[in-house]
């Protein structure tokens, strides 16, 4: 199967995304990333079911700094304009890791890491001080920091990534999505999972009223992809 470069997706990726890919030395997108980066550019909720190693960090990193760089007021240094929530810190330090470049060069953000294990009250402090305009890190941690900085806006944000769904809700996570969830803008909600059980995520979501369509790539192979449009939109 010919794969698509990534300066062909529609809609174009930023210049500064493009040029910092190459300099990573990638030139071509893998097949989770083809489908998946113009749905999530163009605003749509997706589910994304795709092995591991298949690329999925980029499929969501990408598109959630195009939408905050084109935002079209800038986000206030409290304003959090994305969440990426995933169930262990060493997998969010690793997205942190995937997307600190991209976020500080194309949008000028630094995101913030906030994961177990380190003082909350330092995490406060630190956000407060430098901002927290993207939060990457565990549902637990992220919750405690939100209960404890009553003045982060959250009315602003645009994008929301459950990494490895299916994971998150095994760990009892279900209770912290749907205030998040009711807290998004107009903007973009995303569900990305692993081995993403879609049928019983979905039905959490829509039980909790959370999900009401979505967009659903699933590559059970990593190679062929298959894009199921269920629908788009959450309930809003
Ligand atoms: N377009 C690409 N071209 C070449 N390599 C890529 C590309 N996208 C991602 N990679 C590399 O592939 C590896 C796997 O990517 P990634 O960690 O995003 O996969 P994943 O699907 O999230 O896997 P996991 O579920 O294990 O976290 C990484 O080393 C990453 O740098």
Redesign the pocket.
């Known amino acids: 199967m010919q794969q698509l470069e990534f300066k062909d997706l529609v809609p174009a990726l930023a210049p500064a995304s493009l040029a910092l890919l190459a300099r990573q030395n990638?030139s071509?997108?893998?097949p989770?990333?083809a489908a998946t980066i113009p749905l999530l550019s163009n605003n749509k909720d997706v589910a994304v079911d795709?092995c591991?190693?298949?690329?999925?960090?980029?499929a969501f990193v990408l598109p959630l700094v195009e939408i905050l760089n084109k935002l079209e007021t800038p986000l206030k240094r409290l304003q959090v304009g994305a969440i990426i929530i995933s169930p262990t810190r060493e997998?969010s330090k690793?997205i942190n890791d995937?997307a600190y470049p991209f976020l500080e060069e194309v949008c000028g953000i630094v995101p913030k890491l906030l994961v177990g294990g380190t003082d909350p009250l330092q995490d406060v402090h630190r956000l407060r001080k430098e901002g927290a305009q993207v939060l990457i890190g565990t549902p637990g941690r992220i919750h405690d920091i939100m209960e404890r900085t009553k003045d982060l806006e959250l009315k602003s944000l645009e994008v929301l990534i459950l990494d490895e769904a299916d994971r998150l809700l095994s760990m009892g996570f279900s209770k912290y999505v749907p205030p998040l969830a009711g807290s998004l803008a107009a903007g973009l909600r995303v569900v990305g999972g692993?081995k993403l059980r879609a049928a019983s995520i979905c039905n959490w979501m829509f039980a909790s009223g959370t999900l009401c369509q979505f967009a659903l790539v699933a590559l059970h192979d990593c190679c062929l992809p298959v894009v199921h449009v269920c629908g788009f939109s959450l309930c809003r």
Do not use: D, E, I, N
């Open positions: 990638f071509k997108a893998t989770v990333q795709a591991t190693g298949s690329g999925k960090t980029l997998l690793q995937v692993q």
